[in-house]
């Protein structure tokens, strides 16, 4: 009978061990299910679109832009929940706040902002070395992405979202940063907001050299075909994930991005 209590206590502390060092984690974002994973959190639920990396496809979701399954994430227990305020619900987020759910909200709208996250995101991995050691990481690529393309010649760059309407990114955005940083000067970097609408005429106006799409080398193709002949600029296409998502792979977005605005200094 001692031995079989043992062997039971033996194994409550070693459960109680895993849960302290593996807390309960939701996120209700595709970018912040890549920065958990990024930091070894494994989410026990997660929100529509969350398919990278590759294990974020099996688990549960539990929000989409209709809003949240409140309900769902409670019984879920989780210890912390990790929300976006730009495109959580704030009502059902307050909600969970209310019930006694802790919440961290992040906002990476920048690079810095996305190391910070990482940063931020150790507390709650059961491997926050790992998490430290990838936001090193990062601001280590994105440092020598800096050093590589300064000083190399300069494009007028339309970054281009949608077809109709047309709409862009300001400077005060992600793209903008990373667009800067590989030696591209947005022409509607000026913009008094974020993401502004804008007209063909307008573009035009400002004879862009190089285009910045997010897709393929279809969506490149369909690009440049919406307009000729009047512009016949070089047209970039960079995957929309790493282009859209303020998360890990910002990084090879900006990457693609530099070594195709600066082909003969590419490494």
Known sequence: MAKRWSVLLALWLFSSLTLAAAPRVITLAPHLTELAFAAGITPV??????????????????????????????????DLVVAWRGGSPQRQVDQLRALGIQVLWLDPASIENIVASLHQLAQWSPAPQQAQRAADALAARFDALRKQ???????NVFLQFGLQPL??????????????????DNI???????????????????????IVVSGDSQSAAQVAHFWQPQLKATVIAIPEDWL????????????????????????
């Open 45 to 78: 639920a997660v929100s529509a679109w969350s398919d990278y990396p590759p294990e974020a496809k099996q688990l549960e979701q539990v929000a989409n832009w209709q809003g949240m399954k409140v309900e769902r994430i409670l019984a879920l227990k989780p």
């Open 188 to 210: 509607f970097a000026n913009s008094a907001a974020p993401w502004p609408q804008v007209s063909r005429e307008q573009v035009l106006a400002r004879h862009p050299d190089v």
């Open 244 to 267: 859209s998502r303020p998360g890990p792979r910002s990084i090879l977005a900006a990457e693609k991005l530099c070594q195709a605005l600066n082909p003969s200094h590419a490494e």
């Open 167 to 184: 709409f862009t990114a300001s400077r005060a955005t992600l793209q903008n940063q990373l667009l800067t940083l590989c030696g591209g």
């Open 149 to 155: 393309y300064a000083g190399k010649p300069r494009h």
